[in-house]
């Protein structure tokens, strides 16, 4: 496992980082993700924290606030010290149903620490993100909200998450500007399927140097290796529950035909090739992992072992470009 600065600070986190979206279950969507409880959930942090891991992401809205509960609990039934944890969770969904009980707004940020640190037990937070672009809150707002965390000793970093370049840019220029609390690092969907990011937010990152934190990496096991042309439905697969983020099948299907003999070379899973991609990728930091079983992560996170060759990698840019237009200066 190898570590990794996060965006400009000197604070260090491996390099795959542990998705807990799959812990809580309940209804809805969070249901369809995953219904790990907490005896599972112990057994997949101790697997992470084992392999190197040190860094474990969350949400408040996961599971209606579950997924925060379980993790707090796995971290103190495993005795982890917390110190040698890096803990990430978010703020912006809806978390009761009055109007001011979603968003970026001082009132709801402000409110929501407090309920994240009663469910994770914990004393401190060390990134905190905003889970979304909030339109109805001046930006200016969330930064001085957050900045303030920050100066109570509540929030150690910040970072946003599914947010435009041009909104990124303005948050960083704003927080630069007010000498307000940086913004380190951005969490965004960005797979060998879904190559958006490359367009205008990965220019942005390493202009900016700030970190990035991929999720669904396997674009919701769409890059398990479970999916073929001939075999369009695999299974327990979750998008056969819930089929996101979108894909473009037949490309995406390219994808695999060029994914498989790889795999077959270094004699790994079509998994493994897909996240070792992302991990030669220089714009990322750390790539969220989320798993039901034991055998599952375990898997992944060999990805961290695989050194693709440069034939690998000019086949894998090949079949899925990004379509970003080339500057050339004459």
């Known amino acids: 496992m190898r570590y990794r600065p996060l965006g400009p600070s000197g604070l260090f986190v491996s390099e795959i980082c542990l998705g807990t979206m799959t812990f809580g279950g309940g209804a809805g969507i969070w249901g369809l993700i995953g219904q790990l409880q907490q005896d ?24 209606g606030g579950q997924s925060e509960r379980i993790l707090g609990q796995a971290i103190r039934n495993l005795g982890l010290a917390r110190e040698d944890l890096v803990i990430a969770t978010k703020v912006l969904g809806p978390m009761g149903g009055g109007p001011n009980a979603n968003g970026a707004s001082r ?68 927080a630069r500007g007010r000498q307000l609390a940086p913004i380190l690092s951005l969490q965004a969907y960005y797979t060998l399927v879904g190559r958006d990011l ?51 099948r037949d490309r995406g299907y390219a994808v695999i035909d060029a994914l498989r003999p790889i795999a077959a070379a270094h004699g790994v899973s079509v998994a493994r090739i897909a996240l070792a991609w992302l991990l030669h990728q220089p714009v990322v930091t750390s790539v969220i992992i989320g798993a039901k079983r034991p055998e599952q992560l375990t898997d992944n996170l060999a990805a961290t072992t695989i050194r693709l060759t440069a034939e690998d990698l000019s086949t894998l840019d090949a079949v899925y470009p990004s379509g970003c237009a080339r500057l050339v200066v004459r």
């Open 198 to 248: 490359e367009r205008e937010i990965a220019p942005m990152l390493t202009s900016e140097r700030l970190g990035l934190m991929v999720w669904s990496p396997l674009a919701g096991g769409f890059l398990s290796g479970k999916y073929s042309r001939a075999h369009e439905e695999a299974g327990d697969g979750r998008r056969a529950a819930f089929d996101f983020p979108p894909v473009d």
């Open 107 to 174: 009132k709801h940020i402000h409110d929501q620490i407090k309920g994240s640190l009663q469910r994770l037990q914990m004393e401190y937070i060390d990134l905190y993100q905003i889970h979304g672009f909030d339109a109805a809150t001046p930006i200016e707002e969330t930064l001085d909200a957050l900045d303030a965390l920050v100066r109570q000793g509540l929030v150690r970093y910040i970072g946003l998450s599914n947010w435009a370049a041009w909104q990124i840019m303005k948050a960083v220029g704003l």
């Open 40 to 63: 599972e959930a112990d057994a997949l942090v101790r697997a992470a924290v084992d392999a190197g891991v040190n860094f474990i992401d969350t949400a408040n809205v996961y599971a």
